[in-house]
């Protein structure tokens, strides 16, 4: 699946943001960040799993959200000035 594999790469790269980080911004930001970021591969995982259509598509619709949330922190880090564009 294409976007699971996207999903992987958002993954690496957001790790690689979150280990620059400093351990207060990683406390306040760093961690909502990369939960939210681990969530949208783990919910188009389950979601490939379950049998049923509604089913799956309640995860696909929890991946959107976790992506959304993701989007959101990074536009709050690149704001506060811990991450630069080019990230």
Do not use: P
Request: a neutral charge.
């Amino acid at each position: 699946m294409e976007i699971y594999k996207l999903a992987g790469k958002i993954n690496r790269e957001s790790w690689e943001i979150y280990n620059k980080l400093n351990w207060q911004d990683k406390k306040i930001m760093g961690d909502q960040f990369i939960s939210a970021v681990d969530s949208i591969g783990a919910n188009i995982a389950e979601g490939f799993g379950r049998c049923h259509y509604l089913d799956k598509n309640k995860f696909n619709y929890n991946a959107r959200g976790s992506l959304l949330e993701s989007t959101y922190w990074l536009e709050i880090l690149k704001e506060r000035g811990k991450i630069n564009d080019d990230l």
